[in-house]
């Protein structure tokens, strides 16, 4: 059975609407906000399991808000060497997941857009997995077959993650392939597609970090190449 864990980051949200019908789907056993993130939660009457973080960010009304509700506060120096999200991966992971689910960690901060992509490794270290999502996607990190369950007509990326990924095998894909290569400089992996409702990702070593959008044909900005 699983047990999700969700984050909350302070990034963009975006559909404010899905990320209610998530939580309210899901049922997550603990939701985690990392510092600003509780901002967003507060916008939906949802109550924190946990704050975390330097709290810098946060609101204080909503500060005050949680605290009233009983949420558990774990205040942390602004001088740190974590980002606040890492601390709130660190607690999720004390709470017994199967999986965690990181809301907020994506948005016009490249930089700890960046960070919060190399947080998913440490679901590959734990061998459980770890998401980051949005109303667009979702984008998780894997060194070992994975069956996707999805909708046809989905795109799916694949990148490898540090110099190269091999025996790559891909079926269920409009593009399947065969034991093969993915290096860094030749993203050949980029906007594949599902043939039917599930497919599966295998690999023999290395990193694949993997994306999936949900609507099939459908992307933030248009689809570039």
Not at 39 to 60: C, E, P, Q, T
Not at 181 to 208: D, F, K, Q, W
């Amino acid at each position: 059975m699983k047990r999700v864990v969700f984050i909350i980051s302070g990034g963009e949200i975006g559909d404010f609407a899905f990320f209610r019908r998530q939580i309210k789907k899901i049922q997550p056993a603990a939701i985690v906000c990392a510092d600003s993130g509780a901002d967003h939660l507060k916008k939906i009457g949802v109550v924190a399991d946990l704050l975390v973080g330097d709290l810098d960010s946060v609101a204080g009304e909503t500060l005050h808000h949680f605290e009233n509700a009983g949420s558990r506060i774990v205040r942390h120096p602004r001088r740190k060497d974590e980002t606040d999200t890492e601390l709130a991966l660190h607690e999720a992971l004390q709470m017994h997941p199967t999986e965690i689910w990181i809301w907020g960690a994506m948005g016009k901060r490249i930089d700890h857009t960046l960070a919060n992509l190399s947080l998913l490794f440490v679901g590959v270290q734990k061998k459980l997995l770890v998401k980051l999502i949005d109303p667009w996607c979702e984008i998780f990190m894997i060194d070992r077959p994975l069956e996707i369950s999805g909708t046809k007509g989905q795109t799916v990326s694949l990148f490898p993650v540090g110099r190269r990924v091999t025996g790559i095998t891909l079926t269920g894909f409009e593009y399947p392939l065969h034991q093969r290569v993915m290096e860094i400089g030749h993203p050949y992996g980029v906007s594949n597609r599902l043939l039917g409702r599930r497919a599966t990702i295998a690999l023999s070593s290395g990193l694949l970090l993997v994306i999936r959008f949900f609507k099939p044909g459908v992307f933030p900005a248009g689809e570039g190449k």
